[in-house]
């Protein structure tokens, strides 16, 4: 029900009523509304009741369990919140000079050495608003890197099979081609086909190291040797940065460029379409052609000095990607994570992340599922898949998504990676307790005796929500949305 039909005609919310009425005398008549604008009209309570049962329809990480493979839906802390939130930060304008900004400007600065030296690149730049667009950067400063040689043959980007969807969108949007290299059984790349695939037209590799296949990429030292003999540039996929936080680092690797996920990795909660943040890092290679601005600084009379860094200091490079210097609020909420969990903190962050994906992926194996890679040590997320279920009860993975909804589970990513037939990409965080690992896996091994038992069931949930299961190809192509009143 919209909130317009819960109201009355001349119902009002008195008490949160402006005082006094701002004056419009300076505003020009053409552009004053004639008409009183249609809003509900309800009383406070009523507000109050709507939008909460409203927030109570959702599943929320403050509420369920959240094992979403490859997006890290993990408990933020809400230090770091309020952190982000002190007024000198939410006051300030984004305009205002770098004399005044030297509080603000201190943190972006802090944030980018650490994230230097967490990736152990030479360079970080904050400027990308989201991961998509810190992938975009990344692949742009590899073609301006390329063109600045002189070197145009270089035409081709090559993307594993197991790559997220928006490494080979992103080589198309920087005017690539995309190769695709084929996967192993055992979730490597296969080196062979990658030999055959590069050449004097490679512009460089994608690559996600732990891939969506939940593995460690094993030969990345040997794939960065071919790439780098090549003449190509490797660039680094951020996403799964939790898997390896503090343990391994993409510059060590090989990597050239790459770009994290703030929103995911470094506490904002992440889904819902924003807010985001993708910084990208570089190595020495790449430094002069870091998007801008940069936080900088320098000693002036033995005090430390900051202020911006644009085009004057980095001639070379790709430009501004947005109207400032990123999303500044979730640069400020990474940077406190950072601060609060230390060193030692964020080496744990990896550490837990990965030890409860093994427990439960082992948890799951012996409750009878089939893993995807049963020779490999998981890293923060696992696949399952659901191949035996199918063939034996006629249930699939989607049915086992949809009915863990009803036990108050939010559902793992369903039928990504591609290449493995019927799979649950399942990731249940640094953030999760035994206890809470271990009632999922129960919640999956009811739903197993259910598809036994009584396949229908399962095949029909969920039950216990607003929604039923729905026909997705209409609900995408016929949108049916209602936000405000009939005229």
């Known amino acids: ?227 780098h003999d090549a003449g190509g540039l490797l660039y680094y996929d951020g996403a799964n940065l939790n898997a390896i936080l503090g343990k391994v680092r993409p510059g060590d690797m090989g990597f050239d460029v790459m770009h994290m996920n703030l929103h995911k990795t470094f506490a904002t909660p992440h889904g819902g379409g924003g807010p985001g943040s993708g910084p990208v890092a570089v190595n020495e290679r790449l430094l002069p052609f870091l998007p801008t601005p940069i936080a900088g600084r320098e000693d002036v009379g033995g005090e430390a000095s900051y202020c911006w860094l644009d085009k004057e200091a980095l001639p070379d490079t790709i430009g501004a990607l947005s109207a400032f210097m990123g999303n500044a609020g979730i640069v400020l909420r990474a940077y406190a994570y950072a601060v609060l969990l230390g060193a030692e903190g964020l080496v744990r962050v990896g550490e837990f992340a990965t030890l409860n994906a093994n427990y439960m992926a082992k948890l799951m194996e012996q409750a009878g599922f089939k893993l995807a890679y049963p020779g490999r040590r998981a890293t923060h997320e696992f696949i399952v898949t659901m191949s035996p279920q199918v063939k034996s009860f006629d249930v699939n993975a989607m049915d086992f998504a949809k009915r863990l909804l009803d036990y108050g589970y939010h559902a793992p990513t369903t039928y990504f990676p591609l290449l493995v037939p019927e799979c649950l990409l399942i990731e249940p965080t640094e953030t999760e307790s035994p206890d809470e690992i271990e009632g999922f896996v129960l ?45």
């Open 1 to 227: 029900m919209l909130i317009f039909e819960r109201g009355k005609s001349g119902r009002r919310a008195t008490a949160q009523a402006p005082k006094n009425r701002p004056d419009a005398s300076t505003i020009p008549d053409s552009l004053l509304r004639k008409a009183a604008a249609p809003l509900p009209e309800v009383s406070e309570l009523q507000v109050v009741r709507h939008f909460t049962n409203l927030s109570r329809k959702n599943f929320s990480i403050d509420t369920q369990f959240y094992p979403l493979g490859s997006c890290t839906m993990k408990y933020n802390p809400r230090g770091a919140h309020k952190a982000a939130s002190l007024p000198g930060f939410l006051r300030r304008h984004p305009l205002a000079s770098d004399r005044f900004s030297q509080g603000f400007l201190s943190c972006v600065y802090d944030l980018q050495e650490i994230l230097k030296d967490v990736t152990g690149m030479a360079g970080v730049s904050l400027a990308p608003m989201a991961g998509a667009q810190g992938e975009f950067a990344g692949v742009a400063m590899i073609k301006a890197y390329h063109q600045k040689r002189g070197d145009d043959a270089r035409q081709e980007i090559l993307v594993p099979s197991a790559a997220h969807g928006t490494n080979p969108a992103t080589a198309v949007m920087c005017g690539y081609k995309v190769r695709e290299l084929p996967v192993k059984d055992d979730g490597d790349v296969d080196i062979d086909a990658l030999r055959e695939s590069v050449g004097p037209q490679t512009a460089g590799i994608m690559l996600t190291n732990p891939s969506t296949c939940g593995v460690f990429e094993r030969q990345i030292k040997e794939i960065a040797q071919i790439v």
């Open 443 to 487: 919640a999956m091994t009811k739903i197993l005796e259910e598809a036994q038992n009584t396949p229908e069931l399962v095949k029909a949930a969920p039950y216990n929500l607003p929604v039923r299961r729905l026909d997705d190809v209409r609900a995408a192509r016929e949108l049916d949305l209602a936000y405000r009143r009939e005229a």
